[in-house]
């Protein structure tokens, strides 16, 4: 059985930095040139050029909201734990944001937060291979804490703030997130770890067993999420047979 090194505790060495272009790349920086041990967190009050998934930007309001990032040692784990540390770290972040509100945030496969059709929070995992060695994993969180007035560009954002009508300390959230995170990836090296991470994750999905809409090459279909495999395939029944969809291939269509 694989393990976490020990130094890979999450957020032992947590750095508050005043302004950064991206946590991601300031931490992708500090892997690069030897200054950065597992488990190493980097809080950003302010980030210019904030990273989201498929080259999007992520927008967030100067000392209100929660931007890290986190550094994973993962040279003790396979290629094939990928996914499994994506499923991981969004049940942390979900963990997180309903540690506070009454009526639940789920996950939107592949890695977001949302609460009531809305983003809550956002994640985006960089990871450095070398042949067939996972050495590091950078895992990303945006999550919307004490943000009332967002980006007209923004479709569908909304905060704890708003949900919960309270100002929060994020710096301490922040924190509450790497200590749930070393949690669960301490039960992701447990035996039959993946699978009960697999699991939670899968019970957890937004509009699981419902009838959404998507798209996939320019074409709008309805269909139902059923769950999300082990190599982060969504799966989705349409018209009575299941079809496997790898991540960016398909859309949602919320609220079409």
């Known amino acids: 059985m694989s393990s976490i090194p020990i130094n890979n505790t999450i957020g032992k060495s947590f750095i508050e930095l005043l302004?950064?272009?991206?946590?991601?790349?300031?931490?992708?920086?500090?892997?690069?040139?030897?200054?950065?041990?597992?488990?190493?967190?980097?809080?950003?009050?302010?980030?210019?050029?904030?990273?989201?998934?498929?080259?999007?930007?992520?927008?967030t309001a100067k000392?209100?909201?929660?931007?890290l990032s986190v550094v994973i040692d993962t040279?003790?784990?396979?290629?094939?734990?990928?996914?499994?540390?994506?499923?991981?770290?969004?049940?942390?972040?979900?963990?997180?944001?309903?540690?506070?509100?009454t009526e639940k945030a789920k996950i939107k496969w592949p890695n977001d937060i949302y609460w009531n059709d809305r983003k809550a929070a956002g994640i985006l995992i960089e990871n450095i291979i070398r042949g067939k060695?996972?050495?590091?994993?950078?895992i990303g969180l945006g999550m919307n804490i004490n943000q009332n007035v967002f980006d007209a560009?923004?479709?569908?954002?909304?905060?704890?703030?708003?949900?919960?009508?309270?100002?929060?300390?994020?710096v301490a959230l922040a924190k509450t997130f790497c200590e749930i995170l070393d949690e669960k990836l301490g039960?992701?090296?447990?035996?039959?770890?993946?699978?009960?991470?697999?699991?939670?994750?899968?019970?957890e999905l937004y509009r699981l067993n419902q009838e959404s809409f998507f798209k996939t090459n320019?074409?709008?279909?309805?269909?139902?999420?059923?769950?999300?495999?082990?190599?982060?395939?969504?799966?989705?029944?349409?018209?009575?047979?299941?079809?496997?969809?790898?991540t960016g291939s398909v859309e949602w269509m919320i609220g079409y």
């Open 133 to 138: 060695s996972w050495q590091f994993a950078i």
């Open 218 to 246: 320019e074409k709008i279909f309805q269909g139902i999420v059923r769950r999300v495999d082990g190599v982060g395939q969504l799966i989705i029944e349409v018209d009575g047979i299941e079809k496997k969809f790898t």
């Open 187 to 203: 039960c992701l090296m447990l035996y039959d770890g993946d699978s009960v991470i697999e699991r939670n994750y899968n019970s």
């Open 19 to 59: 302004s950064v272009d991206s946590t991601n790349n300031y931490a992708m920086r500090q892997v690069q040139q030897g200054a950065a041990k597992g488990g190493e967190a980097y809080f950003a009050y302010e980030q210019t050029a904030g990273k989201g998934q498929f080259n999007k930007t992520w927008l």
């Open 75 to 101: 040279s003790a784990l396979s290629l094939e734990k990928m996914f499994y540390l994506n499923m991981a770290t969004a049940l942390s972040a979900q963990q997180l944001f309903n540690n506070y509100t």
């Open 153 to 170: 560009g923004l479709s569908n954002p909304v905060s704890l703030k708003q949900v919960t009508g309270k100002t929060f300390d994020v």
């Open 63 to 67: 000392g209100e909201n929660i931007i």
